[in-house]
């Protein structure tokens, strides 16, 4: 899923094509296939789901979720049950050239952890929830990493904390973000706020710079 491409950046990621968390290897059962089926190949591709289809066609999604409380809490043999019978319909899917938070913006407004991603008629792979989130962990805590080894970063798009639109104007500038302030104490506030006093902790009190 990662690789030399992924941002480094929260809102770089948000930003970025689907393709970047894009898992190209679903499963696809045909919809008379048994739930015990669904089962064992969830189980041996570690995947929560399988896409259900009628002749080639995707109609429905089956998650371990549905199984759980629609054939396991409800003791009916997973060896009968067919997925059509427990599958949620009609299935969600975006663009390839759909943002990731795009993508999870459908997710949040339908409630569900995962979307496919489709062109056409073909399916190319399943984007979830906790994919993303996942990468969102590990580029905050590699960019904590640098900060905590002595350079400045900021984890926040420095384009929603910019107070003064024209910086030649600016009489401070915060040294990790370069968001431009006119007056020191709200330099102070600002790097209090969004760094967590980072400044005393990286570079000694970069604030006696500025007084």
């Known amino acids: ?9 929260i809102p770089g990621l948000l ?9 190209p290897d679903v499963i696809i059962l045909e919809s008379d296939a048994s739930v015990d089926e669904a089962t064992k190949l969830m189980t041996a591709k570690n995947s929560r789901s399988v896409l259900v289809s009628n002749r080639g066609e995707v109609i429905g999604i089956v998650s371990k979720t549905d199984i759980l409380f629609r054939v396991i809490s409800q003791n009916r043999s997973p060896d009968k049950v067919r997925l059509r019978e427990i599958m949620t319909c009609p299935v969600l899917a975006v663009r ?18 995962q979307v496919f991603v489709h062109a056409y008629a073909a399916v190319l792979g399943m984007v979830t929830r906790d994919d993303i989130y996942q990468l969102i962990e590990t580029i905050s805590i590699s960019s904590q990493e640098t900060a905590m080894s002595g350079t400045p970063v900021c984890i926040i798009d420095s384009k929603s904390i910019s107070y003064i639109k024209d910086s030649s104007k600016a009489k401070f500038l915060c040294p990790y973000c370069e968001s431009p302030f006119d007056t020191k104490e709200g330099l102070s506030k600002h790097m209090d706020r969004i760094h967590q006093g980072g400044a005393g902790i990286l570079e000694g009190d970069i604030r006696q710079m500025f007084e």
């Open 1 to 9: 899923m990662e690789n030399s491409a992924t941002p480094t950046t």
């Open 96 to 113: 390839p050239n759909s943002t990731v938070a795009e993508a999870l913006s459908v997710m949040d407004k339908h409630k569900v952890r």
């Open 15 to 23: 930003s970025s094509p689907v393709g970047i968390v894009l898992k």
